[in-house]
T-cell receptor, first 114, second 110 residues
Framework: DTAVSQTPKYLVTQMGNDKSIKCEQN?????MYWYKQDSKKFLKIMFS???????INETVPNRFSPKSPDKAHLNLHINSLELGDSAVYFC?????????????FGPGTRLTVL | LAKTTQPISMDSYEGQEVNITCSHN???????ITWYQQFPSQGPRFIIQ???TKVTNEVASLFIPADRKSSTLSLPRVSLSDTAVYYC???????????FGQGTELSVKP
């Protein structure tokens, strides 16, 4: 009965490869997010979708492309992986869009680019 | 430029009260302050949220002064299990920005 789930939990890959991380929430929420947490534990928002519509698109290389097939899923596809992409990526969801709404986070995906 | 600043680390002992302050000078009238707790290898988890004055729940209190340029998370009588990283988040309604502080690593010792 996990609320926000991500797959895979760990991802090790070579530079230049393309990879995807999947996220699903069973809370019935309308808004989903992707965050990147670097080695210094700094959390930075990357994208946010509300009802499958892109709401936030921070300064992120266009090698990163989010895709929301429905309200319960927000996947992150990364092309041409670079060493600097190594980080923990967190998916989150909230009931609706709004900076004051509580977010529920997934367990994270640790991406290591060699 | 919206910025949220908090101490990098703090140490405490079991049973003490811990106060972690977050600075958010650019906060505007309708912006909310939220605190999250993160344990190793887990996602952040909501602790408390406030807009002004004081908010209290079963795990923490949040104090926000009148000018709202800072806020303080107060954890009463911490235990070893409160060892975690605590993040301050300001949701800026103008532009829809979500800015996390860099996180405060709290270490509670016996």
């Amino acid at each position: 009965d996990t609320a926000v789930s991500q797959t895979p939990k760990y991802l090790v890959t070579q530079m230049g490869n393309d990879k995807s991380i999947k996220c699903e929430q069973n809370l019935g929420h309308d808004t989903m997010y992707w965050y990147k947490q670097d080695s210094k534990k700094f959390l930075k928002i990357m994208f946010s979708y509300n009802n499958k519509e892109l709401i936030i698109n921070e300064t992120v290389p266009n090698r990163f492309s989010p895709k929301s097939p429905d309200k319960a899923h927000l996947n992150l596809h990364i092309n041409s992986l670079e060493l600097g992409d190594s980080a923990v990526y967190f998916c989150a969801s909230s009931q609706d869009w709004g900076p004051s709404l509580e977010q529920f986070f997934g367990p994270g995906t640790r991406l290591t680019v060699l | 430029l919206a910025k949220t600043t908090q101490p990098i680390s703090m140490d405490s002992y079991e049973g003490q009260e811990v106060n972690i302050t977050c600075s958010h000078n650019n906060i505007a009238t309708n912006d909310y302050i939220t605190w999250y707790q993160q344990f190793p290898s887990q996602g952040p988890r909501f602790i408390i949220q406030g807009y002004k004055t004081k908010v209290t729940n079963e795990v923490a209190s949040l104090f926000i002064p009148a000018d709202r340029k800072s806020s303080t998370l107060s954890l009463p009588r911490v235990s070893l299990s409160d060892t975690a990283v605590y993040y301050c988040l300001v949701g800026f309604n103008q532009g829809g920005k979500l800015i996390f502080g860099q996180g405060t690593e709290l270490s509670v010792k016996p």
